[in-house]
Structures are given as C-alpha cells and as structure tokens.
C-alpha cells in the first residue's frame, strides 16, 4: 500500500505537469479509488455492532472468574480513558503549535474527492443527551448515528449476559459469525489495497502535484509523536505506580519492545511479556499468569490515543473545531472500539475503530484510505504502547504481591 501510495502520488503529479491531456484517464482510475474505498468503509456498521456484543459479552464472562480480573478490568477502563484524555490534549497542542498549511489541506482534501464540507450546529447538551439512546437502531445505522448505536450496542451486549447460556451461546454465536464474515470482506478488499491506494494517490497528486507528501508526512510525525508519547507514559507509570525500579522495567521490557517492533503484535510479544513479568520484574505468576493474557485480549492502551489523534487531524484538515459534547463522545466511542477491535489486523481495525469516532466527531472519512497507506510508521509505537501498558497494568496489580505469598496459598490449599 505504501508503494502504491508513492506511485499514485508521482503519477498524478506528472500528469498534472506534463501530460494534462491525461486528466480525464486519471479521473476515471481516480473513480476507481473511490469504489475501492466504499466497499471498505460499508463494513464498518456490521463491524461496530458484532465487535462489541461479542466484546462486551467476553469481557462480562471474564468479570465472573475472580476479583483479580475485575480490578483489572476495572484499571483498563481508567487507564484507556485517561490514555485517551491525554491525546484529546496532545494533539489539539501539536495542532496548535504546528497547524497545517490551509492552501495544502484544500487541495489535499479536494484530491479525495470531498470539496465541500456540510457545517451543522453544534447540539445542545439536552439534544446530545436525548440521542445517546436511539429510538431506531436501524436509522441511526443508516444515518451514520454511531454514537447512539454504540450505546445500543452496550446494552444489547450487556443483556445477552442475563440470558440462559443456550440462549446467550446463540446469539453470541451470531454475532460473531457476523464479524468474521466483515473481516473475510475487508482481507477481500484489502487484497486491491494497492491498487485503490494508487488511484486515491493518483487523485490527490492530480490535485495538489507532490504537495500532498508534505501533508502525509506532518500527519505521520504527529500521530507517531502522540502515540510515542503515551510509550513513555506507561513506562512511567510502571515506575511509579508499579513499583518498578527503572533499571529492572527497562531491563526486562528491551526484548518485549523488541518483538513488539518487528512485529507490530501485542500477540505474538506475549510469551516475551510473560518472560518479562515472571523472571525480570519477579511478578507472582498467579497475577503474571491471568493478568497479561486478559490484557492482550481486551486491553489496548494505545488504541484511542492513536486514533482520537488521527481523528482530530483529520478535523483539522477540514477546519472542523469539534464541541465538547462531541469530544465527550468520541472519547467514548474511542473507549469502546478498543475493547471490540483488539485482536483484528491493523490494517482491518484502522478503518473499523477510526470511522466510527469521525463519524461521532461529524468529522468525514473520506482520506482514511489515503491515511491507511502510511499506518506503518504509527502502527510500530501503537503496539510499542500497547505491550509497555499491559506490562505496566501487571505491575500495578501485582504490587505488594511476591512469589512467596502464592507459595503460602498453595501449602494452604494443601493444607
């Protein structure tokens, strides 16, 4: 995709300068991008629902095995919240600080196709408060009402967990069914990715020559910048929170780090994390053993900073200024994609959890297919974040605790 990102680029940017009479073939190809991006983006709704009952439903069965697995559950929604506060504020400052060009945005913009922006009034806190809970589901799916189908979502999830367990194992069954049939679509999709890139590049080179690299690169930096931050973040957190002396966390996470790099997989990084855990930071297994395999299944420390940070981006290239019912929102949109997205592709899960917070933000996701094509670079400190969180959170939860005291446990179940 990365390549075809670059040769789109360059193609559009020639015939823009050498080869106008081209225009009109370059439109039709651009055309072609445009297909390739809706089929993509008419997964998400299926997506948003079926991720987050079978989500919520997995988390709720976890909550029965023990109070461990409800603080930790507990600590993941804080830290997610407070990770995804932390990116509301660094980003809007790096925005700030270092705003985009508006000549660069327009043409950037009208590279993809969306010239023109609809301004609507901000809501009010009685009308933001009366939609969170739709009257239709199946409108406020077919009107992009996300916010208020998420919360539909929850309950829907949360109900299934009161239910007889053949009843449950049924719909649940569904459901998941549902999105792994989304998934199969979006990995048919993403096999033109190249080719969909090429023509949406093509588009934007046509439009703005090779100034759109510029735009792309401030973007990688920023949201690469915010989700580094985050890193450092957790890693503190590990030191103070959890009691790590920094020498020994630093120790132990380098080879966790490592793997997560090349990798880019909270996965794949955890036998290195649990190595981590039980031999470098002396974590009892009892905690070591339940907390990181849970936290690489519904944890992801990282998600809502990245994306909230891509989102906001994305507004500022539209010159969108979000209210602050509609932050409120989208942070709990953020919330709950990184709950029902974890364990999906990046590739897969960048479209399913960032178009939901645009939407809930009124902010369009025309670009997401250009932004996709560079996630590479952002990708490698999400999952960087990610595994540092999870060992972090571990910590947090173990603290106070020692080996010998499940040594003492178990000669008392001997006993």
């Known amino acids: 995709?990365?390549?075809?990102?670059?040769?789109?680029?360059?193609?559009?940017?020639?015939?823009?300068?050498?080869?106008?009479?081209?225009?009109?073939?370059?439109?039709?190809?651009?055309?072609?991008?445009?297909?390739?991006?809706?089929?993509?983006?008419?997964?998400?709704?299926?997506?948003?629902?079926?991720?987050?009952?079978?989500?919520?439903?997995?988390?709720?069965?976890?909550?029965?095995?023990?109070?461990?697995?409800?603080?930790?559950?507990?600590?993941?929604?804080?830290?997610?919240?407070?990770?995804?506060?932390?990116?509301?504020?660094?980003?809007?400052?790096?925005?700030?600080?270092?705003?985009?060009?508006?000549?660069?945005?327009?043409?950037?913009?009208?590279?993809?196709?969306?010239?023109?922006?609809?301004?609507?009034?901000?809501?009010?806190?009685?009308?933001?408060?009366?939609?969170?809970?739709?009257?239709?589901?199946?409108?406020?799916?077919?009107?992009?009402?996300?916010?208020?189908?998420?919360?539909?979502?929850?309950?829907?999830?949360?109900?299934?967990?009161?239910?007889?367990?053949?009843?449950?194992?049924?719909?649940?069954?569904?459901?998941?069914?549902?999105?792994?049939?989304?998934?199969?679509?979006?990995?048919?999709?993403?096999?033109?990715?190249?080719?969909?890139?090429?023509?949406?590049?093509?588009?934007?080179?046509?439009?703005?020559?090779?100034?759109?690299?510029?735009?792309?690169?401030?973007?990688?930096?920023?949201?690469?910048?915010?989700?580094?931050?985050?890193?450092v973040v957790a890693w503190l957190i590990a030191i103070t929170l959890g009691g790590q002396p920094i020498g020994r966390f630093t120790t132990a996470a380098t080879p966790v780090w490592a793997i997560a790099a090349s990798t880019q997989s909270s996965l794949a990084s955890l036998p290195a994390m649990l190595d981590a855990a039980l031999r470098g930071l002396r974590i009892p297994p009892s905690v070591a053993d339940v907390v990181l395999p849970l936290a690489v299944a519904i944890f992801r420390f990282t998600s809502p900073v990245a994306n909230l940070a891509v989102v906001f981006f994305v507004a500022h290239l539209y010159g969108i200024q979000p209210t602050p019912l509609q932050i409120a929102g989208g942070v709990f949109v953020a919330y709950a994609m990184s709950v029902a997205s974890v364990g999906l592709p990046g590739q897969v899960s960048f479209i399913a959890s960032i178009a939901p917070i645009c939407l809930a933000l009124g902010v369009p996701t025309e670009v997401l297919g250009i932004l996709i094509a560079v996630e590479v670079f952002p990708d490698i400190f999400r999952t960087l974040g990610n595994v540092t969180g999870d060992l972090a959170a571990t910590s947090i939860l173990a603290r106070g605790r020692t080996r010998e005291d499940d040594i003492a446990a178990a000669v008392a179940d001997e006993g």
Do not use: C
């Open 1 to 231: 995709m990365f390549a075809g990102l670059i040769a789109g680029l360059a193609a559009g940017a020639l015939i823009r300068a050498e080869a106008p009479q081209l225009t009109a073939v370059g439109e039709g190809v651009e055309a072609f991008g445009g297909l390739w991006l809706n089929t993509l983006r008419m997964t998400v709704i299926p997506l948003v629902v079926s991720l987050l009952i079978t989500g919520i439903a997995s988390v709720a069965d976890a909550g029965k095995t023990g109070g461990l697995v409800l603080r930790a559950i507990l600590l993941f929604t804080v830290l997610i919240f407070f990770a995804a506060t932390y990116s509301v504020i660094a980003t809007n400052s790096f925005l700030a600080a270092w705003p985009v060009d508006r000549e660069a945005a327009a043409a950037f913009i009208a590279g993809v196709g969306d010239q023109a922006v609809r301004v609507v009034e901000p809501p009010t806190f009685a009308s933001w408060l009366q939609g969170l809970a739709p009257y239709n589901p199946v409108k406020a799916a077919a009107e992009d009402g996300v916010l208020a189908l998420v919360v539909f979502s929850v309950f829907f999830g949360f109900a299934t967990t009161r239910l007889a367990p053949p009843m449950r194992d049924q719909i649940v069954g569904f459901f998941r069914a549902v999105s792994e049939a989304m998934i199969v679509i979006v990995g048919w999709v993403l096999l033109a990715g190249p080719l969909g890139v090429f023509a949406l590049a093509l588009g934007v080179g046509l439009h703005t020559g090779f100034g759109a690299a510029g735009t792309l690169a401030q973007y990688v930096v920023i949201v690469t910048s915010v989700t580094a931050g985050i890193t």
